[in-house]
T-cell receptor, first 114, second 109 residues
Framework: IAGITQAPTSQILAAGRRMTLRCTQD?????MYWYRQDLGLGLRLIHY???????GKGEVPDGYSVSRANTDDFPLTLASAVPSQTSVYFC?????????????FGAGSRLTVL | GQNIDQPTEMTATEGAIVQINCTYQ??????LFWYQQHAGEAPTFLSY??LDGLEEKGRFSSFLSRSKGYSYLLLKELQMKDSASYLC??????????WGAGTKLIIKP
């Protein structure tokens, strides 16, 4: 089934540890995104990639990094996790980065930093 | 700054009609989206409006007024499975999506 796969589904992490959230899509979409979702707030964009080999910073990029070595994969890395990074993380993709594109979301990764 | 406002929570009765409003102030406008998100799940696309007027899709309709910075999502013949959060998002001048915090819709029998 075409879509986006995220891993892990859930993780508890000690503060200061490094963590990579994985995201893979099989729809050959050019654009990919990482969002975090916190109670009472809208989805906030962390980083994005309009095409393989390029990345850009979103609204809340500090403490996170991404890479886009190929079309399918878009991992998100927390270099040194802090409790404020406790959140649900959604990876999403769209055919391209123009305004009319519908986003397809992964199932999410729930991260708790203690 | 850019801002999307929608009610935090609404309650409606099974079989009834509910209207969820969204007002926005953004730098530029390249369309407005509505997504549905069931608890613990990912958002899924419902509708897209870029021109003024009403778009109907089955039991769901979405309306846009660009001059008023206003949209609504209309849900008819409510079913229990419609209990979810409804997210309004606007594509700004840079084609970045600005998201509202979502409206949690509770359906009662």
């Amino acid at each position: 089934i075409a879509g986006i796969t995220q891993a892990p589904t859930s993780q508890i992490l000690a503060a200061g540890r490094r963590m990579t959230l994985r995201c893979t899509q099989d729809m050959r979409h050019n654009a990919m995104y990482w969002y975090r979702q916190d109670l009472g707030l809208g989805l906030r964009l962390i980083h994005y990639s309009n095409t393989a080999g390029t990345t850009g910073k979103g609204e809340v990029p500090d403490g996170y990094s991404v890479s886009r070595a190929n079309t399918d994969d878009f991992p998100l890395t927390l270099a040194s996790a802090v409790p404020s990074q406790t959140s649900v993380y959604f990876c999403a993709s769209s055919p391209d980065s123009s305004g009319a594109n519908v986003l397809t979301f992964g199932a999410g990764s729930r991260l708790t930093v203690l | 700054g850019q801002n999307i406002d929608q009610p935090t929570e609404m309650t409606a009765t099974e079989g009834a009609i509910v209207q969820i409003n969204c007002t926005y102030q953004t730098s530029g406008f390249n369309g407005l989206f509505w997504y549905q998100q069931h608890a613990g799940e990912a958002p899924t696309f419902l509708s897209y409006n870029v021109l003024d007027g009403l778009e109907e899709k089955g039991r769901f309709s979405s309306f846009l007024s660009r001059s008023k910075g206003y949209s609504y999502l209309l849900l008819k013949e409510l079913q229990m499975k419609d209990s979810a959060s409804y997210l309004c998002a606007v594509s700004d001048s840079n084609y970045q999506l600005i998201w509202g915090a979502g409206t949690k819709l509770i359906i009662k029998p």
